[in-house]
C-alpha cells in the first residue's frame, strides 16, 4: 500500500513541510493569514499524487534528452525544458533538473491560489522564489552542502531576475561527474538552476587525476540516469594550481551560459577556493562586479 506524503506545519505555523519518498520540501509563505493559508492549501494539494506523475514516465526521464519529448506531465515537461539547452553538447537526462522543477511547480500552484507577498519553496537546496514589489531573501552560502556553517550570504531583490537558485556538487544528493564541493547557480526559475548547477559542477574536474577517485555510477545505484558514466567519489590532495584549473574550467562554462541567458550568476566551490561569475555583485558587500578577476578566495 503506498504511503501517503507527510504535511505538517513548522515553526508555530510559518512553514509547511511536504515530504514524499526522496521529495522533501520546506516551503514559506508571507502575506495576509488567509492568503498564506490558501496557499499552503495548494501547496499541499498540489503535492499529493506529484511523485506518482513523476514515476509513471521515470523510464523516459532517465534517458538522455533530446530536441523533442513525448513527455506529458507538467513537471516532466518542465524537467526536459530545462535541460534541452544542454543536450546537443553533452549527455544529460531531465532528472538533472527534478528538484528545481518540482519547486517551481509547487511554487505555481500556491500563486495561483493566492496573493502573497513573498514565498520560497526549498527542496532540498534547490528554491524557487516570489519576491513581491520591495522583498527580497537571503541565502547562505556553504563550502559544502554536506556539512553545517554559512561561509557568506546573498541577497536576492525582487527587482533581480533571479527567481531560482540551485546547487550541485560531489557532496550533493545526485552523484556529479565532476569534484566541486559546490556550484550554486542563480536564474530566472528553479529549473534552470538545477540543470545549469549540474552542467557547471560535471565540468569543475582534472581528467585523468590520480587523486580522484570514481565509480560508475550503476554500480553505486543500479537504476541511475547515469549508467555506466563515471561518478566522483573522492577526492585526495590537490595542489593550488590544479584546485586553480578545475575551478577555472567550469568558470568558463558558467561564462558561457551566462552569456547565453541561461543562468545570471554561479557560484563555485572546490577545496576552500571561490569563484564568483556574473554581471553583478550578487554578495551585495562589494561595490562593483564580481568577476572571475575579482574572485573571492574563502
Do not use: W
Amino acid at each position: 500500500m503506498t504511503r501517503p506524503p507527510q504535511i505538517a506545519l513548522l515553526s508555530h505555523g510559518r512553514r509547511l513541510h511536504l515530504q514524499d519518498g526522496p521529495i522533501d520540501l520546506i516551503i514559506e509563505a508571507r502575506g495576509a493569514s488567509g492568503e498564506v493559508r490558501a496557499a499552503y492549501e495548494a501547496a499541499a494539494l498540489r503535492f499529493t499524487g506529484l511523485l506518482d506523475e513523476l514515476c509513471a514516465e521515470l523510464t523516459e526521464l532517465r534517458t538522455a534528452a533530446a530536441e523533442r519529448t513525448s513527455l506529458k506531465g507538467v513537471v516532466a515537461r518542465r524537467m526536459h525544458a530545462a535541460v534541452a539547452p544542454y543536450a546537443a553538447d553533452c549527455f544529460i537526462t531531465p532528472m538533472a533538473a527534478v528538484a528545481g522543477s518540482v519547486a517551481e511547480e509547487i511554487l505555481d500552484a500556491m500563486l495561483r491560489a493566492a496573493t502573497l507577498d513573498r514565498a520560497y519553496v526549498n527542496n532540498g537546496g534547490d528554491i524557487a522564489l516570489h519576491l513581491g514589489v520591495g522583498e527580497h531573501f537571503s541565502l547562505g552560502l556553504m563550502d559544502r552542502p554536506d556539512r553545517d556553517g554559512v561561509m557568506r550570504t546573498m541577497r536576492i531583490d525582487a527587482n533581480d531576475p533571479v527567481r531560482g537558485v540551485a546547487t550541485s556538487g560531489r557532496h550533493g544528493r545526485s552523484f556529479s561527474l565532476g569534484i566541486a564541493d559546490a556550484v550554486t547557480v542563480l536564474a530566472a526559475t528553479a529549473s534552470h538552476a538545477d540543470a545549469a548547477a549540474t552542467i557547471i559542477a560535471n565540468v569543475v574536474d582534472l581528467p585523468g587525476h590520480p587523486a580522484i577517485i570514481r565509480k560508475p555510477a550503476n554500480e553505486l545505484q543500479p537504476d541511475s540516469d547515469l549508467g555506466a558514466r563515471l561518478v566522483t567519489r573522492d577526492v585526495g590532495e590537490l595542489s593550488h594550481d590544479e584546485i586553480a584549473a578545475a575551478l577555472e574550467s567550469g568558470a568558463e562554462c558558467a561564462r558561457q551560459l551566462f552569456d547565453r541567458g541561461l543562468i545570471e550568476g554561479a557560484v563555485l566551490q572546490l577545496c576552500g577556493d571561490m569563484l564568483v561569475i556574473g554581471s553583478k555583485d550578487i554578495e551585495r558587500q562589494r561595490s562593483r562586479p564580481i568577476t572571475l578577476e575579482n574572485a573571492v578566495h574563502a
